[in-house]
């Protein structure tokens, strides 16, 4: 079956410019994920949603960064005015049920370049 | 000190060798953790979770150590196929709904 999907799967972006990260994640998962992951770092976590109820935003790292996922299903992680710190792959898993002892499964990550 | 801690490694070994990774964690409320398996450039995938005091999936044998808080990956006959990052997880940070992951310790398993 299909798993979890990201587009664009690379992107490159200037300094300043906004960027929109799309995630499909499997069909009926009812939590979802987004992670920031530094070359030779391990995913480090930004929100979690629980169908469309963003639950926890504690990890975005300014309020440059903002995440939706308006009917429960696909999500959007959006950058304002990128920087080149923000430089990373950005990771989106989604997990079945609530329960935290489950499985998380990755999309492929949008690798993201800012210059 | 980060919530979830690993060796980074990396730890090179020769095929059929047995290998461990320890990974210490300091949430004592974790009631129960994972270990992913990462490939250069791919996404995480699951190789194994850790509930009560362990667990073994052939080759691999996973041990958690609620006392010292700490838990061990164990690879027996190692294979080349083995050489990737192996993150230690823990699904429930302190407070929200965190996922807290280590930084990972690499493996190269060489012929």
């Known amino acids: 079956g299909a798993g979890v999907s990201q587009s664009p799967r690379y992107k490159v972006a200037k300094r300043g410019q906004d960027v929109a990260l799309r995630c499909d994640p499997i069909?009926?998962?009812?939590?979802l994920f987004w992670y920031q992951q530094a070359l030779g770092q391990g995913p480090e976590f930004l929100t979690y949603?629980?169908?469309?109820?963003?639950?926890?935003k504690s990890g975005l790292p300014s309020d440059r960064f903002f995440a939706e996922r308006p009917e429960g299903s696909v999500s959007t992680l959006k950058i304002q005015r990128t920087q080149q710190e923000d430089s990373a792959v950005y990771l989106c898993?989604?997990?079945?049920?609530?329960?935290?002892?489950?499985?998380?499964?990755f999309g492929p990550g949008t690798r993201l370049t800012v210059l | 000190r980060k919530e979830v801690e690993q060796d980074p490694g990396p730890f090179n070994v020769p095929e059929g060798a047995t290998v461990a990774f320890n990974c210490t964690y300091s949430?004592?409320?974790?009631?129960?953790f994972f270990w992913y398996r990462q490939d250069c450039r791919k996404e995480p995938k699951l190789l194994m979770s850790?509930?009560?005091s362990g667990n073994e999936d052939g080759r691999f044998t996973a041990q958690l150590n609620r006392a010292s808080q700490y838990i061990s990956l164990l690879i027996r006959d190692s294979k080349l196929s083995d050489s990737a990052t192996y993150l230690c997880?823990?699904?429930?940070?302190?407070?929200?709904?965190?996922?807290?992951f280590g930084a990972g310790t690499r493996l190269f398993v060489k012929a």
């Open positions: 949430n004592s409320a974790s009631q129960s």
């Open positions: 898993a989604s997990r079945s049920s609530v329960t935290s002892y489950n499985e998380q499964f």
């Open positions: 850790v509930y009560s």
């Open positions: 997880v823990s699904p429930r940070g302190t407070g929200g709904f965190k996922t807290i």
């Open positions: 949603f629980q169908n469309e109820a963003q639950l926890d």
């Open positions: 069909s009926g998962h009812v939590s």
